[in-house]
């Protein structure tokens, strides 16, 4: 049974602070690693993917990956109450893939207090 | 308009009834998947499809018939809806990595 396990939260921070979400994954086969977004009654969407080791930036958004350790987590600086809204670890065994392998976790809710 | 469009947006129906879902797509993306969200359980993919008549089940199949006869169009059937079928189901479209994701249709099953 593939797993991608996320903390529930909610994860409150202060505006202008660092959140820091996290999420493992049980396959060691998993070759791609997505994080979406989801405002409450909204559908998800990207915001960052990632396929090797390391860390990944895009504006104030950096996504790390270690597969060793089958850890991936997003961090957001400067969060701003903008960026409150479920945050989903997704994870593909196939590189660059999304054809039907993406399994998702619950999600973890952040909240980012002005 | 482009995009991907989920219809109803809402439904409340009685058990036993049959119940499809319509999702369409206007970007020829050759991917199309069927997701469930439920409280407790996060997304889970129920069915997908690679290309127009090519569908594979995903992780909760169970109670669900899909069917795609055009690229843009991916309907999803309830055949027999039941309780255990309230959630809200979203469609999704994709050509590469990224999955594009529908509004959404809540269902409610009395």
């Known amino acids: 049974q593939k797993e991608v396990e996320q903390n529930s939260g909610p994860l409150s921070v202060p505006e202008g602070a660092i959140a820091s979400l996290n999420c493992t994954y049980s396959d060691r086969g998993s070759q791609s690693f997505f994080w979406y977004r989801q405002y409450s009654g909204k559908s998800p969407e990207l915001i960052m993917f990632?396929?090797?080791?390391g860390d990944k930036e895009d504006g104030r958004f950096t996504a790390q990956l270690n597969k060793a350790s089958q850890y991936v987590s997003l961090l957001i600086r400067d969060s701003q109450p903008s960026d409150s809204a479920t945050y989903l670890c997704a994870v593909n065994i196939l590189y660059g893939g999304s054809q039907g392998n993406l399994i998702f976790g619950k999600g973890t809710k952040l909240s980012v207090k002005p | 308009d482009a995009g991907i469009t989920q219809s109803p947006r809402y439904k409340i129906t009685e058990t036993g009834r049959q119940v499809t879902l319509m999702c369409h797509q206007t970007w020829s993306h050759s991917y199309m998947f069927w997701y469930r969200q439920d409280l407790g359980h996060g997304l889970r993919l129920i069915y997908y499809s690679a290309a127009a008549d090519i569908t594979d089940k995903g992780e909760v199949p169970d109670g669900y018939v899909v069917s795609r006869s055009k690229t843009e169009n991916f309907p999803l059937t309830l055949e027999s809806a039941t309780r255990s079928q309230t959630s809200v189901y979203f469609c999704a479209s994709s050509e590469g990595y990224e999955q594009f994701f529908g509004p959404g249709t809540r269902l409610t099953v009395l």
């Open positions: 990632i396929y090797s080791n």
